[in-house]
Antibody, heavy 123, light 106 residues
Framework: QVTLKESGPGILQPSQTLSLTCTFS??????????VGWIRQPSGKGLEWLANIWWDDDKYYNPSLKNRLTISKDTSNNQAFLKITNVDTADTATYYC???????????????WGQGVMVTVSS | DIQMTQSPSLLSASVGDRVTLSCKAS??????LNWYQQKLGEAPKLLIYYTNSLQTGIPSRFSGSGSGTDYTLTISSLQPEDVATYFC????????FGAGTKLELK
């Protein structure tokens, strides 16, 4: 059974760094083809993909946010991490981590999602 | 980046109706298109991948089609539990999502 769960600070101030953790089970990020992505959703709005990390430690970032994002993983503890520097109120959102899976080329999807963690940026 | 435009933004339909949701990409995405369902207060759930492949456990009343820039999610007979917001997502380039179609009961 695949599960993911996000954790984060809840609230932080503008200019601080947001650190998020995704703890997962039921799969391994050392398995060929596996990946974990981070996606966020401001309240009442749409979804925005932020970053992805793959089993081989390859990393991809949303170009519009790339200079503020760092994604990493701890394979032995089944965790993935995302840091966002210099946050402001526009970063207020629910942050999801999701397994990025495939049944082989050309499929590629987010097939399991965490419950999400709300992050508020406020002074 | 590739822009995804969903229409309509709000759709009201009756139980048993055949419902069609549209998603248009700003350029050819070669069928690299997924659909998700998000119920209020929940995380998105994968329904359809690679345009027309049904995810395991998803009812067969859901189907997807399309090619090029134009894609469709169809619910053959709307059920009360289908009330949700539906998002399309392309992966021909870095992933982008549509703004969603909110489906409600009439």
């Amino acid at each position: 059974q695949v599960t993911l769960k996000e954790s984060g600070p809840g609230i932080l101030q503008p200019s601080q760094t947001l650190s998020l953790t995704c703890t997962f089970s039921g799969f391994s990020l050392s398995t060929y083809g596996m990946g974990v992505g981070w996606i966020r959703q401001p309240s009442g709005k749409g979804l925005e993909w932020l970053a992805n990390i793959w089993w081989d430690d390859d990393k991809y970032y949303n170009p519009s946010l790339k200079n503020r994002l760092t994604i990493s993983k701890d394979t032995s503890n089944n965790q993935a991490f995302l840091k966002i520097t210099n946050v402001d109120t526009a970063d207020t959102a629910t942050y999801y981590c999701a397994r990025r899976g495939t049944t082989g080329i050309p499929t590629d999807y987010f097939d399991y999602w965490g419950q999400g963690v709300m992050v508020t940026v406020s002074s | 980046d590739i822009q995804m435009t969903q229409s309509p933004s709000l759709l009201s339909a009756s139980v048993g109706d055949r419902v069609t949701l549209s998603c248009k990409a700003s350029q050819n995405i070669y069928k690299y298109l997924n659909w998700y369902q998000q119920k209020l207060g929940e995380a998105p759930k994968l329904l359809i991948y690679y345009t027309n492949s049904l995810q395991t456990g998803i009812p067969s009343r859901f189907s997807g089609s399309g090619s090029g820039t134009d894609y469709t999610l169809t619910i053959s007979s709307l059920q009360p539990e289908d009330v949700a917001t539906y998002f399309c997502q392309q992966y021909n380039s870095w992933p982008t999502f549509g703004a969603g179609t909110k489906l409600e009961l009439k």
